[in-house]
């Protein structure tokens, strides 16, 4: 089974920016080039939430609205990782932040990073 594991994550101020990783590892169905990847959200209290998405095709990248215009989302397959990149950080944008890979086009494998915190407050 895929494993991810994050980082990146930490505190900052309205306005500023912060760029997440995901290293990816252990892929039993195909390679990382083939696997649909996507960061979600979780405010405490309320559900996970999709935030962005990229499959193999750039075509596939989809935002959810609340980042539309402030998140990237990207992928570096030489190096099996993910990334999110979020400008003009917001204090709504306060959440754990979770990787998600699924390998394509059956989701044979599929994981789960352990989420990290990013915290946004002046």
């Known amino acids: 089974q895929v494993q991810l594991v994050e980082s990146g994550g930490g505190l900052v101020q309205p306005g500023e920016s912060l760029r997440l990783s995901c290293v990816a590892s252990?892929?039993?169905?195909?390679?990382?080039?083939?696997?649909?990847l996507s960061w979600y959200r979780q405010v405490a209290g309320k559900e996970r939430e999709l935030a962005a998405g990229?499959?193999?095709?750039?075509?596939?990248?989809i935002y959810a609205d609340s980042v539309k215009g402030r998140f990237t989302i990207s992928r570096d397959n030489a190096k099996n990782t993910m990334y999110l990149e979020m400008n003009d950080l917001k204090v709504e944008d306060t959440a754990i932040y979770f990787c998600k890979a699924r390998s394509m086009p059956f989701s044979r494998d599929e994981a789960w990073g352990q989420g990290i915190q990013v915290t946004v407050s002046s």
């Open positions: 252990g892929f039993t169905d195909s390679t990382f080039a083939n696997y649909f």
């Open positions: 990229l499959g193999s095709d750039p075509e596939g990248i």
